[in-house]
């Protein structure tokens, strides 16, 4: 993505210029402040806004899985039939098998697979986005806030998922969690200033997904926090 002058989204400008690549097969983070442009970055990359004059984001069409912040589950269709929504859209035979497979490590009961999403509370529809997600096995996945709505000890094994079913992906993560970043990324990227630009931060050693416990990784996630609070000021 290369946006020489930024963009500007209502007339005011959002993000300052970018130059951003993502490594291939590597899980990126991104964090910054509410408001510093974040979503507004993973849409562009998803190719879902358009690009501004003299920039330009290379098409991902076809090769790109993307969660949304909301869960954007179709009411009328059922767990299952969400979780099969692409096949559907492809006019292919669903895998019914992977996708129960997938409800269940996500931690959905069976009788949950049958269920209108009005009647699961926001953490389980966000678990059925992120089936959905994960069952379109593409190989650039772009996330935004994919953990955010689910209780701690289900939002860890999530993440312990999602490190797992999407190892060897290229993935965008968007969170506000700098322990989920730093337990998940290859790489992290801090978005602050007005308007925003994108710096890097180290991770500590190892591959994802590091343990919560180790003590580099709670060091640098109160470095991170000490960073994250200079790009709010
Ligand atoms: N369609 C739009 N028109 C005008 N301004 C917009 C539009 N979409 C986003 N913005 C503005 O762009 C800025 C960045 O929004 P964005 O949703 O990307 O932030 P974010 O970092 O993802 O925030 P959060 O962490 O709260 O989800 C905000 O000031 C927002 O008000």
């Known amino acids: 993505m290369h946006l020489p002058e930024g963009l500007s989204l209502g007339g005011q400008p959002v993000l300052g210029p970018t130059d951003l690549s993502l490594e291939g097969g590597r899980v990126t983070a991104l964090l910054g402040p509410s408001g510093s442009g974040k979503s507004t970055l993973l ?4 190719g879902l806004l358009a690009v501004p004059a003299g920039g330009s ?5 076809g090769r790109v899985a993307y969660m949304a912040q909301q869960d954007l589950l179709v009411p009328w269709r059922d767990v299952l039939g969400n979780v099969t ?19 269940a490590e996500v931690g959905l009961a069976e009788a949950d697979a049958l269920k209108s999403p009005a009647q699961l509370s926001g953490g389980m529809r ?15 996945v772009l996330m935004d806030e994919p953990f955010s709505a ?6 860890h094994r999530m993440q312990s998922l999602a490190a797992r079913l ?16 730093l337990r998940l990324a290859d790489r992290i990227l801090v978005l602050g200033g007005r308007p925003a630009t994108a710096s890097e931060v180290p991770v500590p050693a190892g591959a994802p997904p590091r343990a919560a416990g180790d003590p580099a990784l709670l060091a640098a996630q109160a470095a ?10």
């Open 126 to 140: 966000q678990r059925v986005a992120l089936a959905r997600t994960l069952m379109e096995d593409r190989p650039i």
């Open 150 to 155: 689910v209780d701690a000890p289900t939002r």
């Open 43 to 46: 849409r562009l990359a998803a």
């Open 85 to 103: 929504m692409g096949a559907h859209l492809r006019g292919q035979a669903p895998d019914l098998a992977r996708a129960r497979a997938l409800l």
């Open 166 to 181: 999407l190892a060897r992906r290229t993935v965008l993560l968007v969170t506000h969690d700098p322990l989920e970043a």
């Open 224 to 233: 991170l926090l000490e960073r994250l609070a200079e790009a709010v000021s």
């Open 57 to 61: 984001v290379t098409k991902l069409a």
